[in-house]
């Protein structure tokens, strides 16, 4: 469900209103998604591990299959890195937010009046 960008929780309510913005909690069953400041940052690691090993797997993988001038390979892979960061964004941020569930970091808070959820 994180891949996809589903609240991990209730697995209907949308993690994004728009493509950069989370968020601060469930839409449907009110789990807060943001806790605390910074804890996304696993995301962003995720995101950078991910893009540099496809960087590296995809130069070598064409330079082995296509034979490109040096800048030609940097000038795409440069393009590659920027663009593939920002479209893998989502998708990160989501795929953290179901690996914070599974921790037991997303939950839903009790009501304040001390009622029973229902």
């Not at 209907?12 to 950069?20: A, D, E, I, Q, V």
Request: glycine share 8%; with cysteine; aromatic share 16%.
């Amino acid at each position: 469900y994180g891949a996809r960008c589903i609240c991990p929780n209730c697995h209907k309510g949308k993690l994004f209103r728009s493509y950069f913005s989370m968020w601060e909690e469930c839409p449907v069953c009110h789990v807060k998604l943001d806790r605390e400041q910074g804890e996304y940052v696993g995301a962003m690691y995720m995101n950078l591990i991910l893009t540099e090993f496809v960087f590296i797997v995809g130069y070598f993988l064409l330079n082995s299959i296509v034979e490109l001038g040096a800048w030609t390979q940097v000038s795409i892979w440069v393009l590659f890195n920027l663009l593939f960061v920002v479209m893998f964004y989502p998708r990160s941020k989501g795929i953290w937010s179901a690996v914070l569930y599974l921790c037991g970091q997303l939950y839903a808070d009790p009501p304040a009046d001390g009622s029973s959820a229902t």
